[in-house]
Nanobody
Framework: QVQLVESGGGLVQPGGSLRLSCVASINAFRLFTMDWYRQAPGKQREVVATINMHGLSNYAESVKGRFAISRDDAKKTLYLQMNNLKPDDTAVYYC????????WGQGTQVTVSS
């Protein structure tokens, strides 16, 4: 069974940084495009960053220039470096592949507040 385990969230002040990790027990992980999602209270889950098998990345406009996605295929791990965090970044963050795997991980809570 596929396992997606996110970690690294926490409480941070506006302007602070966090680095999220996602360990994905996906066969042939290196061949998958991977996404970071987030879901804020009362809102739909949205993709914030994507990285393909070649290391090419894309970002939602709301995080462009502040977040950086990366991957370590040998460790089957996905990362999200989040800088200059804003209160609107508060959400539960998840990772998944394309196509998505089930079950989803438990996510990691990021709270940006002074």
């Amino acid at each position: 069974q596929v396992q997606l385990v996110e970690s690294g969230g926490g409480l941070v002040q506006p302007g602070g940084s966090l680095r999220l990790s996602c360990v994905a027990s996906i066969n042939a992980f290196r061949l998958f495009t991977m996404d970071w999602y987030r879901q804020a209270p009362g809102k739909q889950r949205e993709v914030v960053a994507t990285i393909n098998m070649h290391g090419l990345s894309n970002y939602a406009e709301s995080v462009k220039g502040r977040f950086a996605i990366s991957r370590d295929d040998a460790k089957k791990t996905l990362y999200l470096q989040m800088n200059n965090l804003k209160p609107d970044d508060t959400a539960v963050y998840y990772c998944n592949s394309r196509p998505t795997q089930t079950p989803w991980g438990q996510g990691t809570q990021v709270t940006v507040s002074s």
